[in-house]
């Protein structure tokens, strides 16, 4: 029988994050109005919620195809031509120059963590999920991560591409991943299937290795040190 005392060192169990499917993931970013999808489409692509909230449009090289993540994770990203699509469709709306954040709120001001929290949710609601409250940023990069996982992906590639996770978090993950060898970052699709179908609801055609403003994951570049 355990004491009191070691009881209260024991760890409480942790919450298991929901996981969206293929189809409730499509109808949220179906029906999404263009800012509540910008931020859908860079959470599924592995900006997290902190880095999304400080991006600037600085930190945007669509040309070259890449997001320059500064904080907290450096890293560089490819850019999928959804994403290239959904900030171009921002740039028609917004201050899209220099120090001006990525996401902000309806005064203009920075977007703020609670401000994507409330972008996310009402997506949700729009898109009559079940459970609609559950339904976070953190579900979406949850999300993001398990698909990655799920193929196979090594970890310390999954770092470059999400950023570094906490051992626990890591561990957690680890379940989820396949038997057998681990793919590298080219044998991995970076791109989840909801966002493959709805390049057609954006007008984007079928993907051009030829583009400079593509990025595939055989141009995937490690973070330029600092």
């Known amino acids: 029988i355990h004491s009191a005392s070691t009881a209260a060192r024991l760890s409480a ?10 189809t409730e993931l499509q109808t949220l970013v179906n029906a999404a109005d263009d800012e509540s999808r910008l931020a859908l489409v860079a959470l599924l692509s592995g ?17 070259a195809g890449i997001v320059q993540i500064v904080r907290p ?25 220099g120090e001006a954040r990525l996401l ?9 963590l609670a401000y994507l929290d409330s972008l996310i949710a009402y997506a949700a609601h729009d898109a009559g999920l079940d459970q609609p409250a ?3 940023p953190g579900v979406i990069r949850h999300t993001f991560i398990a698909f ?6 090594r970890f310390r590639d999954l770092a470059r591409i999400v950023g570094p996770l906490p051992a626990a978090m890591t561990a957690s993950y680890g379940a989820l991943a396949t038997v057998g ?11 989840i299937p909801a966002l493959r179908n709805l390049s057609g609801i954006l007008g984007i055609g079928a993907r051009s ?14 973070p330029t040190a600092k």
Do not use: C, Y
Request: hydrophobic fraction near 30%.
């Open 13 to 22: 169990p942790q919450p298991v994050m929901r996981e969206l499917t293929d």
């Open 73 to 97: 994770s450096p890293r560089e990203l490819p850019m999928t031509p959804v994403l290239i699509s959904m900030l171009g469709r921002m740039t028609e709306t917004k201050r899209s120059e």
């Open 134 to 136: 559950e339904v976070t």
């Open 148 to 153: 990655l996982v799920r193929q196979g992906l």
């Open 104 to 112: 902000t709120d309806p005064s203009g001001n920075p977007a703020t």
């Open 209 to 222: 290795t030829d583009s400079p403003s593509i990025v595939t994951n055989r141009d995937f570049k490690k």
């Open 181 to 191: 060898t681990r793919r590298s970052l080219e044998e991995t699709d970076l791109v």
């Open 47 to 63: 900006i997290s919620p902190e880095e999304l909230v400080e991006l600037t449009w600085a930190e945007v090289n669509t040309p």
